[in-house]
């Protein structure tokens, strides 16, 4: 059974940092692509950033380069974000998900289809 557990949300104050995990079950790294989400209220879901299992090859949305990074610890089976110098519009619920599509150029996660999502972890960011 495929599972996608998120974890690392919470409440900080601006210019924190907070670590997203993405633990996975029932597939390996190496032949998906994840990606992080994230939808704030009233918003709708954006792609915040994504990494290509089968290369490392990582995308990130513009207002959050340079601050966040994602990597994977495939002997772990995850995927982490380490989100710096947050930002009170950084507030969401943020979501992971796979895909099975790898090797998509140019890579975004709003450009294919997800398999499996995860549920939501809340982040808030205070003023």
């Known amino acids: 059974e495929v599972q996608l557990q998120a974890s690392g949300g919470g409440l900080v104050q601006a210019g924190g940092s907070l670590r997203l995990s993405c633990a996975a079950s029932g597939f390996t790294f190496d032949d998906y692509t994840i990606g992080w989400f994230r939808q704030a209220p009233g918003k709708e879901r954006e792609g915040v950033s994504c990494i290509d299992g089968s290369d490392g090859s990582t995308y990130y949305r513009n207002s959050v380069k340079g601050r966040f990074t994602i990597s994977s610890d495939n002997a772990k089976n995850t995927v982490y974000l380490q989100m710096n110098s947050l930002k009170p519009e950084d507030t969401a619920v943020y979501y992971c998900?796979?895909?099975?599509?790898?090797?998509?150029?140019?890579?975004?996660?709003?450009?294919?289809?997800?398999?499996?999502w995860g549920q939501g972890t809340l982040v808030t960011v205070s003023s």
């Open positions: 998900a796979a895909s099975g599509i790898t090797q998509w150029r140019p890579l975004a996660p709003g450009a294919f289809e997800y398999d499996y």
